[in-house]
């Protein structure tokens, strides 16, 4: 069985600022995690992916996130938050096989001028 | 190009109408699901075709029935539409099934008055 759970509803920072959206996982297999990013009224777009090759991951438009086993957690961050980072953020956890990806229920990011 | 395209965009219709939203890959990929999505932004497998091969089917009501006529299309079909369907759905694909990333597509709003 698989599970994601996103620790934060919502989260508001000032733009400049750094965001840090939080993720726990839970999978009987070694995972494959995702973080996909949704703005309003668009479909989701794949921000960066972790697969057991380097625990920090790069992923597009400045963020990344860090694969910690010991934690399982897959907390996504960016430095310096900008006005178009406002969206809805979800974590994604694949347990492999035919199973088909486990979404959060997502992290509303709110950045304030 | 785009990669993953459904149509309707919007879809609003009366309780009762039976109605089909189309999905398009063109990535060459070997699965499409699809998803739903609830006014609470939850997102929840419906269905996943593997090579024209059902291989989920969560548990969704019958009145929903998936076709896959190729590996580059996956349509839905929706009988006797109810207010409770009203939703945002997305149509995705992926490389294989299990780890790989999904493309989604814009998605489908259905509004069921």
């Known amino acids: 069985a698989q599970s994601v759970t996103q620790l934060d509803s919502h989260v508001s920072v000032s733009e400049g600022t750094p965001v840090l959206l939080r993720c726990n996982y839970s999978s009987s297999y070694s995972p494959s995690l995702f973080w996909y990013v949704q703005h309003p009224n668009k479909g989701l777009q794949l921000l960066l992916k972790y697969t057991s090759a380097a625990t920090l991951v790069k992923g597009i438009n400045g963020f990344e996130a860090e694969f910690k086993k010991s934690e399982t957690s897959f907390h996504l961050t960016k430095p310096s938050a900008h006005m178009s980072d406002a969206a809805e953020y979800f974590c994604v956890v694949s347990g492999g096989g035919r199973r088909a990806l486990t979404f959060g229920s997502g992290t509303r990011l709110q950045v304030q001028p | 190009d785009t990669a993953v395209s459904q149509t309707p965009k919007y879809l609003v219709t009366q309780m009762g109408n039976d109605k089909s939203i189309k999905c398009e890959q063109n990535?060459?990929?070997?699965?499409m699901y699809w998803y739903k999505q609830d006014s609470k932004k939850f997102l929840k497998i419906m269905f996943s075709?593997?090579?024209?091969?059902?291989?989920i089917n969560e548990t969704v009501p019958n009145r929903f029935s998936p076709k896959s006529p190729d590996k580059a299309h996956l349509n839905l079909h929706i009988n006797s539409l109810e207010l409770g369907d009203s939703a945002v759905y997305f149509c995705?694909?992926?490389?294989?099934?299990?780890?790989?990333?999904?493309?989604f597509g814009n998605g489908t709003r259905l509004t069921v008055t």
């Open positions: 075709y593997n090579n024209k091969e059902l291989i």
């Open positions: 990535l060459g990929h070997d699965t």
């Open positions: 995705a694909s992926s490389q294989i099934t299990g780890g790989s990333p999904l493309h």
